[in-house]
């Protein structure tokens, strides 16, 4: 492993690199549901003084897991690679309908998170994506212990979607940084797709993981 470092430095590795989606960079956090892509992208974020981030959970429904590129297109992805403000309405999971109406600036660095966030469709938009690199069983477990079992039947249509999404979509193999959690927080080295001669492993210590 190379020196340990902050969270505080892949901040300003990102917010170097050149915009991706109009003025934006776009940066795509992707792993199986319970790997800890929230914890990870809000400790970021923060680290990025701040960068908003677009959790995939509210643009996904119960009836499209997985079908809601071209919402997310139309709604997003479009005005922001204009120079315009995304006006996207977020799913209520508990209503089971769209709520009010949210605004989303094209701030110099942005952050998407979600399964699927490295998606086919997605990925020429991204100036980097980061892959949590958590097993999928242990992902998943760590899901059904969060939600309980009053979820389960929820989760086991969970698990078949995301199986048929990643066999014929993977995200990983496209991957530029896979994020690692361990006892005393995360560490990244570089994925597959990264250029040849990137900087291995960078390291954060600060506080432990979260699924």
């Known amino acids: ?3 340990q ?26 792993g199986h549901a319970g790997s ?12 990025l003084g701040g960068a908003p981030v677009l959790h ?6 119960h009836t499209e897991l997985f079908d809601w590129w071209e919402r997310l297109r139309a709604q997003v992805v479009e005005p922001l690679a204009a120079g315009r403000p995304a006006h996207w309405t977020p799913y209520d999971w508990v209503g089971r309908r769209f709520g009010p109406e949210r605004v989303l600036e094209p701030a110099p660095v942005l952050l998407v998170e ?3 966030a490295g998606r086919r469709a997605l990925r020429p938009h991204l100036a980097r994506l980061l892959w949590m690199e958590t097993p999928r069983e242990t992902s998943w477990g ?10 389960s039947d929820f989760w086991d249509g969970w698990e078949r979607a995301e199986r048929a999404h990643f066999s014929h979509d993977p995200s990983r193999p496209f991957a530029d940084t896979l994020v690692h959690q361990s006892g005393t ?4 080295t570089s994925g597959i797709s990264a250029t040849p001669g990137t900087p291995p492993a960078l390291t954060d210590r600060d506080g432990l993981p979260q699924a």
Not at 56 to 61: G, H, K, M, P, S
Not at 142 to 151: H, I, K, S
Not at 185 to 188: A, L, Q, S, T
């Open 185 to 188: 927080g995360y560490e990244w």
């Open 5 to 30: 470092q902050s969270l505080e430095s892949l901040a300003r590795e990102l917010a170097a690199l050149p915009p991706s989606l109009g003025p934006v960079r776009l940066i795509g956090v992707d």
């Open 142 to 151: 760590r899901g059904r212990r969060r939600d309980g079992r009053e979820l």
């Open 114 to 116: 979600g399964v699927g």
């Open 36 to 47: 800890g892509k929230s914890t990870f992208t809000d400790r970021l974020a923060a680290a």
């Open 56 to 61: 995939l959970d509210d643009v996904a429904t």
């Open 1 to 3: 492993m190379e020196p």
